[in-house]
């Protein structure tokens, strides 16, 4: 199965190691099945992130299907809201922030993603985690 018909998925933290380290469990548990980017740190290399290298990791894990986004902390999520705003207007639709724990949510949401699963799914999947 092409991974490119998967939903893709963006891993965003604060910490570089913690994004790398969420990515590595994703591709441990699912392989290579959906595509996936990870980013985090600011761009002095310390604690933050930075819209910027959003777009690049939305770039990198972007699929038709759309793209599922995790975050760990506040600022995460709204530089990621300002990179969606910053794409493309015909992929902004098929690009949503999941209100998911970090690494279970981006577990989930890939496992989810690697059978096909539209995004609408795939985000619920990941959601369920917060009881919602």
């Known amino acids: 199965m092409d991974q490119r018909n998967n939903v893709g998925i963006v891993i965003v933290s604060h910490s570089a190691k913690v994004a790398e ?5 994703v591709r441990q548990m699912v392989g290579d099945r959906v595509p996936l980017a990870a980013v985090g740190g600011n761009a ?6 930075d819209v910027g290298a959003i777009m690049g990791a939305i770039d990198r894990a972007w ?5 599922a986004i995790l975050v760990d902390l ?12 910053m794409m493309p207007e015909a992929r902004r639709e098929r690009i949503v922030i999941c209100n998911a724990p970090l690494v279970e949510g981006a ?8 059978g096909g699963s539209p995004l609408d799914v795939v985000r619920a999947t990941a959601e369920e985690l917060m009881g919602g």
């Open 107 to 114: 577990v989930m949401a890939a496992a989810e993603a690697s």
């Open 63 to 67: 699929s038709e299907a759309g793209v």
């Open 44 to 49: 002095d290399g310390g604690l933050g992130t």
């Open 74 to 85: 506040g600022g995460a999520e709204t530089n990621s809201e300002m990179a969606v705003e």
């Open 21 to 25: 380290g969420a990515a590595d469990m």
